[in-house]
Nanobody, 121 residues
Framework: VQLQASGGGLVQAGGSLRLSCAAS????????MGWFRQAPGKEREFVAG???????DYADSVKGRFTIARDNAKKMVYLQMNSLKPEDTAVYYC????????????????WGQGTQVTVSS
């Protein structure tokens, strides 16, 4: 199984980025997917998750600014990030298939390699 994240980069505060994650997972359409991030010196934290049904969860810090979506036909998950802030700077990881069925914890079976997002003030 491979998860390939892309779309990171350098953006000014207030700007937008769209992250993409391509999954080779055969059972993609029936597993939950998540986005996490890790800033230097900090633990990896939950950003957004989407279940196979399409229902979503977001960290409080990104609610109203970020949107997660999935395309089962393409086996892709996206994270649209708007109104970016310097504190959003981190390496962003996509993940597939939570081990215990809870999408907000960092316990997934599969992880991508991460993509750097840097927001300048």
């Amino acid at each position: 199984v491979q998860l390939q994240a892309s779309g990171g980069g350098l953006v000014q505060a207030g700007g937008s980025l769209r992250l993409s994650c391509a999954a080779s997972l055969r059972t993609f359409s029936v597993v939950a997917m998540g986005w996490f991030r890790q800033a230097p010196g900090k633990e990896r934290e939950f950003v957004a998750g989407i279940r196979w049904s399409g229902t979503t969860d977001y960290a409080d810090s990104v609610k109203g600014r970020f949107t997660i979506a999935r395309d089962n036909a393409k086996k892709m998950v996206y994270l649209q990030m708007n109104s970016l802030k310097p504190e959003d700077t981190a390496v962003y990881y996509c993940a597939a298939e939570p081990t215990v069925g809870v999408i907000t914890t960092a316990k997934y079976n599969y992880w991508g390699q991460g993509t750097q997002v840097t927001v300048s003030s």
